[in-house]
């Protein structure tokens, strides 16, 4: 057993039938994020501070934008734990 207590090789991301990856082809179609079970939300990008990489999203929602920069008013994003991830359309 490893350290979370399951054997080598089990899980879900070992691609093992049963786990969500293998049914899913890599994809976990279970809500919520498989390490704290949050999800990632859509939200726009209302105003930006370049100088910290901190932009205020949909109802005042602090958010870091680092990761995904360029990024400009009125730019969507998915945001989990409050780090945008990606910029979608």
């Known amino acids: 057993m490893n350290w979370c207590g399951l054997d080598p090789g089990t ?3 070992s691609g093992q ?3 969500p990856l293998a049914v899913t082809g890599g994809r ?3 809500v919520g994020c498989i390490t704290c079970g ?3 939300e859509r939200m726009l990008v209302r105003t930006i501070d370049h100088a910290t990489g901190l932009a205020r999203c949909d109802g005042g929602e602090e958010v870091d934008v680092a990761l995904v920069e360029p990024v400009e008013e009125g730019d969507a994003v998915l945001v989990h734990a409050g780090v945008a991830l990606v910029r979608v359309a």
């Open 11 to 13: 899980g879900p991301r």
């Open 17 to 19: 039938v049963g786990s």
């Open 38 to 40: 949050d999800v990632a």
């Open 28 to 30: 976990n179609d279970e």
